[in-house]
């Protein structure tokens, strides 16, 4: 490689870095956010059936968001909306992108509607997959829940395309941070109307359709600066066939994955009141780490990969999936042994107050021990699927997830029996395993070998950190006693001083040793703090 194209190189990350540094920054807010929305809801709710109502209500709008929304802007609206712009031009990309709204208006619209009047057959639906009888207050709560939050589809949908716009142009933060609008408005609208409700888990329900309007109307006056204007064009271009095509390979993937989401709620419903709260909070306290740094990787490289996938230029993009590669493995593999070792520290320390006793913290520790085993191929699979959309490769994700949906729904009702609600973790956990090796075995059609020394060496360090990071939390644990410990105050110390040794003892040898990864989130805030001074 010649002095150019290294620097160059060095260039890139640098701009990937800072832009997954910023968006990190900002997801971290709203993930903080979202933990403290579980605080509430722990509070307010604790296990009771409510809090599971709430929880599988709020799933079923959620599961379509993802499929709609998430699914139908990576595969189909961002690559289309790069290629205009690319090869088209931007009056071209901004017809296309206001077509797209359009058709979206329409279908969502429905979409909201027909679920909002079906609620009960849809509840009765995911009661039917779980396989055993569901108490009848629960299931009719579950149904008025469900109908309040149809509607928060269309809006978070209509939502994604603006923030797929903003993507494109580079525009990260503003996306990023519309899910802290939306945890702000049910924190507060839960905390403000819990007293004055006979149910108050209402509130909450309240807070979602709130927060899926901030969502968008956040957006919009950005995508108005960028250039692109509404006007009644309903009749779907050439580019929007294109992408609907994209599309809808994708939406068979995201539906297989949701299938997965769907089938453990459903059987952790039936198992008894607790265990569909027990999951999501442990399920809260992965995402937490997923959604600070995963979803901030996957969210920059895409338009990056895309626009050099379109360019053929498969050295960047494989620059960029190794280094994405790398700093996964930097962030997960300490974050995995210190959960696993803290579960139900963590559990108590975060949540036990109110409504959440000590046996609350038992389950969610339970369910976590099993999670937090899937974070680091959770976190490689979100990288590698937009490598497969930055191709146009819209089947390969789906074959994968086809299968990894297999092996979940297997194991699922294979481990409930024996293994309660954490048996429906530790099959989440087995069916990433299977997704991330496979999109890594198959992502080399594309790629080419997806290998370097520079790749390995920084995987033997994090993993060296981590075992020696790992060994001092365990040991610190024994010396501290903090299993005999409960609640805020009596963890925060103990807490805090292990939090502090761990960081010590996975960053120590990372310096001594040179982490590559390490090396350049330093230099990223000395160039920082350097620019602040200037």
């Known amino acids: 490689m010649t002095e150019e194209a290294t620097r160059e190189s060095a260039g890139r990350r640098r701009r990937l870095l ?230 809808v390979p994708t939406l068979f993937g995201a539906g297989v994955y949701q299938v997965n989401v769907l089938v453990s709620q459903a059987i952790a419903w039936s198992l008894g009141s607790g265990a569909v709260s027990s999951l999501q909070y442990s399920g809260r306290l992965l995402e937490l780490t997923l959604g600070v740094f995963a979803v901030a990787v996957s969210t920059v490289v895409l338009p990056s990969l895309s626009a050099d996938a379109a360019a053929g230029s498969l050295d960047k993009v494989r620059e960029t999936v190794l280094y994405s590669v790398r700093l996964c493995a930097f962030v997960c593999f300490p974050v995995m042994a210190g959960f696993f070792l803290l579960r139900a520290e963590t559990a108590s320390l975060l949540f036990e107050r109110g409504a959440y006793s000590a046996e609350s913290t038992a389950w969610t520790a339970y369910a976590l021990g099993f999670h937090i085993l899937g974070l680091v191929h959770i976190a490689l699979a979100r990288v590698f699927v937009p490598v497969f959309y930055a191709f146009k490769d819209t089947k390969t994700p789906v074959y994968v997830a086809a299968v990894s949906m297999a092996v979940n729904v297997g194991l699922c009702y294979g481990l409930a029996g024996p293994l309660g609600h954490g048996g429906i973790a530790l099959a989440n956990t087995a069916s990433a395993f299977v997704q991330a090796m496979l999109l890594a075995a198959l992502l080399r059609r594309h790629t080419g070998v997806l290998q370097d020394d520079v790749t390995r060496r920084s995987l033997a360090l994090s993993l060296g950190a981590t075992s020696g990071m790992a060994g001092v939390v365990y040991w610190g644990r024994e010396l501290l006693d903090t299993a005999s410990k409960h609640g805020f105050l009596e963890l925060a110390g103990p807490y ?11 960053f120590l040898p990372c310096a001594l040793f040179k982490h590559p990864e390490l090396r350049e989130f330093v230099q990223l805030a000395r160039r920082r703090g350097c620019s602040q001074q200037a």
């Open 18 to 247: 800072r832009s997954m540094a910023s968006v990190s920054a900002i997801t971290m807010g709203s993930r903080v956010l979202g933990l403290v929305r579980e605080q509430v809801r722990a509070a307010l709710l604790g296990t009771s059936f409510a809090s599971d109502a709430f929880g599988i209500a709020f799933q079923i709008p959620n599961l379509l968001r993802r499929l709609v929304a998430e699914g139908a802007m990576s595969a189909g609206f961002i690559p289309v909306l790069s290629d205009q712009r690319e090869n088209e031009g931007e009056d071209a990309a901004k017809d296309f992108a206001v077509r797209f709204l359009n058709l979206s208006l329409l279908a969502l619209t429905v979409i909201s509607a027909l679920g909002a009047l079906g609620a009960g057959l849809v509840v009765a639906a995911f009661a039917f997959i779980g396989g055993r009888e569901i108490a009848p207050e629960a299931q009719e709560l579950t149904t008025q829940l469900t109908r309040w939050m149809f509607p928060y589809i269309a809006l978070v949908s209509w939502a994604a395309i603006a923030q797929g716009i903003l993507n494109t142009y580079r525009v990260f933060w503003v996306s990023a941070f519309t899910s802290v609008l939306l945890n702000v408005a049910i924190i507060a609208c839960a905390l403000g109307l819990a007293g004055h409700l006979d149910q108050p888990v209402f509130g909450f329900a309240i807070g979602v359709l709130l927060g899926g309007a901030l969502q968008l109307g956040f957006q919009l006056p950005y995508v108005y600066k960028l250039g692109f204007r509404w006007r009644p064009a309903f009749r779907p271009g050439p580019a929007v066939v294109r992408a609907l095509w994209l599309l």
């Open 496 to 506: 805090a001083a292990l939090l502090a040794a761990a960081c010590v003892a996975y």
